[in-house]
């Protein structure tokens, strides 16, 4: 009988703890997947938030400055909310794109918009060796996350949206779009927004001409721009650079010897801030707000909503020249601060300065007024505030810093002695434009825009004294065809009441109070002489003579119709009278002056084209005579300094006269001016194709110089357009002329008096006849 055969059983196999946790491992990994997969789906759905959707991707929301470009290529400022001009990859230099790759996201061309060795090396060390942000995850932060979470829930649940939107980008941009939007919308503080602002203000340079160590003070700002701070914080800077050097050293970007000698270098900062109170022609700037507000009403889009110059990324292509811009604004700084300390002089035995020829009650006006306008008399008033309130405050003494031509000074007074220190200040506007085209090159509306904010060169209408003869002369040449050689007697001269609209007897005085002998036009219009120029309005009467400014572009309804015009009694402004002037420079043709060539939308489709305005007003005759009598000032008369070789008295010329001696050899026309009591000092100049005034004065009339040595238009404006054309003349690239004026073919006038009449001397004598 055979065995039974045994029946075998296996036994179970007993779990290990190592195989227990291998299960768990892959289990947990597992279970991590589908949560992550389901997050990155939930994220997609909308769960976490509404996702952008394709368009807005495609063309993501932005705020692009309106850019001012001069007429010679530069950014003159810029209109934001928020400070960004587009750049184009190609005008990116390849070591910022070197520093940006090897610094922020070293497998950016290897990846689709998230690193996952990089995540995973986040997770592993928590974060310790480095974060896991790619450029497109930077990017998608930067334009859809406005409020970074502070709790770690939210804070995730705002990562799984920027990875999506960071996969979504990569499909739809290539990796250079890429980086060109992150370092478009960076924002790099001081209002830089985006890599060209900042090449600006902290290097005062177009990105593209950056440097290898510029480019790197840049990226490692990309860390944290409010902590590598190259203003406020340049060693902790400096320490940054390097290691963004050594990044791209290490990503064979730079070679070992390269990484050591630009590490070796000292950053060299140029802070040029492009704030709305800063950079170059700020009143300008103003200026053309007002322009292309005008503008905007007047040209809708094409779907009938307005352009805005805050974020449409407008670009702006100006006349200024911004050399020219820049060698006036000197020109006005180095002469201001030179003058103001005679000024200051002269006042320290003055008991109602800076006031002068007013008692205090009318101090007291001026200073109430200037309270009830200023900023802090509106804010209080906005608050509630009671009168009797406001009026106090302006009593206590207050910490504040305030202009001065040595820098801004913090200091503490009262809001009313502000009042009476910013009084105290001689201010000035200045126009430079070209005859020929009308454009205006420079324009400087005061001494500093951010504490001065009136604007002498369009806005302020002063005065304009002698200024105005010229008119009252152009008249009389185009009217009785005279020649600078005819003679006129310089004794006094009475207009009765109720000739020529005078309701009194009028009967100027010449300042130098003489009263004897002939003078030949060009010696009377050089000398300034008041009983000639009565003469000469009285033989055209003045209705003519604002007739002539209204077709030269001068608002005239307020000057009255009355001879005493002749001698400048008229309120006119700087704007005006270059534009006036320059007729008689452009051979008797008005052009009217133009700020704005051409404007453009952030796409290069150009929406507005300036188109000339020009009209005759003289014959080429009339306005040649007219600008040879100007030459007569600058030969014989009260801007013969502009030729001087010498500096005369040392103490007189350092203390109120700058830029001397000017030397001169060249043609100028041109004429001071300077009104009652010195309150305000003009120098008009022209060359063939360049026509400047300048005006100075304290901003109330009661504040100017004692008497007129100082307070005359020759010492007061006229050495700031000869520092201003000095700078001109030595920069050879824009080629003003430096010849005569055009002298009309056959011109019928004798102007060389030698010759007049055939005789020696032998000038016509003009009679002094009057057709009433």
């Not at 368009?55 to 290529?73: C, K, V």
């Not at 996201?105 to 990089?118: P, V």
């Not at 829930?153 to 949206?161: D, P, S």
């Not at 700078?727 to 005569?740: F, H, I, M, P, W």
């Amino acid at each position: 009988m055979a065995n039974p055969s045994k029946k075998t059983t296996s036994k179970p196999v007993k779990k290990t703890g190592f195989t227990k946790y291998i299960i768990g491992f892959w289990t947990l990994f597992g279970v991590g997947i589908l949560i992550i997969i389901l997050l990155f789906l939930m994220a997609g759905w909308g769960a976490f938030g509404t996702m952008p959707k394709f368009e807005e991707l495609e063309n993501p929301e932005t705020n692009l400055a309106t850019e001012i470009f001069s007429s010679d290529g530069e950014t003159l400022g810029k209109y934001y909310s928020e400070n960004r001009t587009p750049i184009k990859y190609d005008d990116l230099p390849n070591h910022l794109v070197q520093a940006l790759v090897a610094t922020e996201d070293e497998r950016y061309y290897e990846h689709a918009g998230i690193d996952a060795i990089g995540t995973m090396r986040a997770a592993v060390y928590l974060g310790a060796r480095g974060g896991a942000s790619t450029i497109p995850q930077q990017l998608a932060k930067l334009l859809f996350t406005d409020n970074v979470s502070q709790n770690f829930v939210g804070r995730v649940m705002q990562k799984f949206k920027e990875w999506i939107i960071a996969i979504r980008l990569e499909r739809q941009y290539t990796k250079e779009e890429i980086i060109t939007m992150y370092l478009n919308k960076y924002d790099f503080i001081y209002q830089a927004v985006g890599v060209r602002s900042a090449s600006k203000i902290y290097f005062n340079k177009e990105a593209k001409d950056l440097k290898i160590e510029e480019s790197a003070v840049l990226v490692g700002m990309l860390k944290n721009s409010a902590l590598y701070n190259p203003v406020r914080r340049p060693d902790l800077v400096v320490q940054r650079r390097n290691q963004v050097l050594k990044q791209m050293q290490k990503n064979g970007f730079l070679t070992s010897e390269e990484k050591d000698s630009l590490q070796a270098l000292p950053m060299k900062i140029e802070f040029t801030p492009q704030g709305h109170d800063e950079g170059i022609a700020t009143y300008f700037r103003v200026y053309l707000q007002g322009f292309m507000r005008d503008w905007i009403q007047k040209n809708p889009k094409p779907d009938g909503t307005e352009y805005n110059i805050y974020r449409d990324g407008l670009k702006i292509y100006t006349s200024i020249d911004s050399r020219m811009q820049k060698y006036a604004e000197e020109a006005v700084t180095m002469h201001m601060s030179n003058l103001q300390k005679e000024f200051n002089y002269q006042n320290r035995n003055n008991k109602t300065a800076p006031f002068r020829d007013i008692n205090e009650d009318e101090v007291e006006s001026i200073i109430k007024r200037s309270m009830k306008v200023s900023d802090r008399w509106k804010k209080m008033e906005a608050q509630g505030k009671s009168r009797e309130e406001i009026v106090n405050s302006f009593e206590k003494l207050t910490e504040m810093s305030v202009f001065s031509w040595q820098g801004i000074k913090d200091t503490v007074m009262t809001p009313r002695d502000s009042i009476l220190y910013y009084k105290s200040f001689l201010n000035a506007g200045m126009m430079s434009m070209t005859p020929q085209t009308g454009e205006v090159k420079a324009w400087v509306g005061g001494i500093n825009f951010k504490h001065f904010k009136y604007e002498h060169v369009k806005q302020a209408k002063r005065q304009v004294g002698s200024t105005f003869k010229p008119f009252v002369y152009a008249t009389a040449i185009d009217q009785l065809k005279l020649s600078p050689c005819d003679t006129l007697p310089r004794n006094h001269f009475t207009i009765e009441a109720g000739n020529l609209g005078s309701q009194n007897d009028w009967s100027p005085s010449n300042s130098d109070n003489k009263y004897d002998g002939m003078l030949t036009l060009k010696q009377a219009l050089a000398q300034s002489v008041n009983t000639i120029s009565a003469r000469l309005i009285a033989k055209t009467g003045p209705k003519p003579v604002i007739e002539l400014l209204d077709k030269l572009g001068v608002d005239t309804k307020d000057i009255p119709n009355v001879p005493s015009i002749a001698l400048g009694t008229a309120d006119m402004s700087v704007f005006e009278m270059v534009s006036a002037y320059s007729t008689f420079a452009n051979e008797g043709v008005y052009v009217k002056p133009v700020i704005v060539n051409r404007i453009e939308d952030k796409n290069g489709t150009v929406l507005y084209q300036h188109v000339p305005e020009t009209r005759d007003v003289l014959n080429k005759e009339s306005a040649y005579i007219t600008v040879n009598l100007m030459e007569g000032v600058t030969q014989g008369g009260s801007g013969t300094r502009l030729r001087g070789t010498w500096a005369g008295n040392q103490d007189h010329y350092k203390r109120a006269v700058t830029g001397y001696p000017y030397d001169f050899k060249n043609p100028i026309a041109g004429k001071t001016g300077t009104t009652q009591n010195q309150s305000d000092g003009w120098f008009i100049g022209m060359v063939p194709d360049l026509v400047t005034g300048v005006w100075v004065g304290g901003e109330d009339r009661a504040v100017h110089f004692p008497g007129i040595t100082y307070g005359q238009g020759a010492t007061m404006a006229l050495p700031i357009w000869g520092i201003y054309m000095k700078k001109v003349y030595a920069d050879n690239d824009l080629e003003v002329s430096s010849g005569a004026f055009p002298r009309p073919e056959n011109l019928s006038i004798e102007i060389d008096c030698s010759k007049y009449n055939g005789k020696n001397s032998d000038h016509q004598y003009i009679p002094d006849e009057l057709d009433f």
